[in-house]
């Protein structure tokens, strides 16, 4: 029997887990999961006790992307059937900050789809940004692919908060994925990001056909990235993708994840991101033991739990919802 104690402790302690260790959390066996949450749930109540932040993002750009991301519908090796739009105007990026505060989040991410923006772009983005923070004091955070330092900084200084940008996967198994940019083209923008001083969400995709190896990768690397939060998406394959029918994922596969990187991250918010509707179906409520954020409202091609559904789960475990700001009235989002 795996004394789970020992895991919770070394987390505790701020010491990380040898690699036999991470592999036996990914290898525990399902009878033992309520055990292995109650395990990574100690080091969440101790840094996180029983909030949670909650996001919405707003695909302010989609499709159209010159990269050939596997798992994306958005990319060039995507047949599948979306929306295309170019970059959304100003006043639709202050109304989705409006939905997002109305929904509770702490925070509100602007995505657009591509290998890097435009300066164009990254000034249109900026003086939404502007706006957004002259009306609602929500925190901003942007994904918007490969960033040079200068247009980093003119982010910081429009008012964004924060830049998402994933390692996706191992620096391994990255080439099966993307061949069009590589790990280190990823990393470069992290470091871009982090010297004009903005924070950093950075976390990864799981459920690629990559291997217990790559999961211990990918959460060790992102040790040494440190982002301010780690978004943990789960594949929702897309038809018209070449990952379609990668389906390998079990509610349970996801909660030992989840639990990896909080034992490996003990102080890090962790966010249930995209797929979670998809892949944990009825036990979305348990991934909250290890995990203290989550996404509402939607992904970027694929729906995702309604603000209102989100608030009863979070009640209904006993937990609160964590809002550093004045939101926006209930009856805004339930129509009420």
Known sequence: MTDFQVWTDKALRDEVLTRAECLAVLATPDEQILDLLQAAFKVRERYFGRKVRLQMLLNAKSGACQEDCRYCSQSASSTAEIDRYGLLPQEDMVEGARRAASAKAQRYCVVISGRSPLDREIAEIAEGVRAIKQEIP???????????????????????????????????????IC?????????????????????????????????????????????????????????HPVSGTPLEDCRALTPQRCLKVLCLFRFLHPRTEIRIAGGREFNLRTLQPLALYPADSLFVGGYLTTPGQPAPEAWKMIADLGFEIEVDYQPATESTVTGH
């Open 138 to 176: 929500i925190q901003v955070c942007c994904s918007l692919g490969l960033l040079t330092e200068g247009q980093a900084r003119t982010l910081k200084q429009a008012g964004v908060d924060r830049i998402n940008h994933n390692l996706n996967t191992s620096e391994t198994y990255h080439p099966a």
């Open 179 to 235: 061949t069009t940019h590589t790990f280190r083209d990823r990393l470069a923008t992290i470091q871009h990001a982090r010297a004009a001083g903005l924070e950093i969400c950075s976390g990864g995709i799981i459920g690629m056909g990559e291997q217990d190896e790559d999961v211990v990768d990918l959460a060790l690397a992102l040790r040494e990235v440190k982002p301010d939060s780690i978004p943990l998406n789960t594949l």
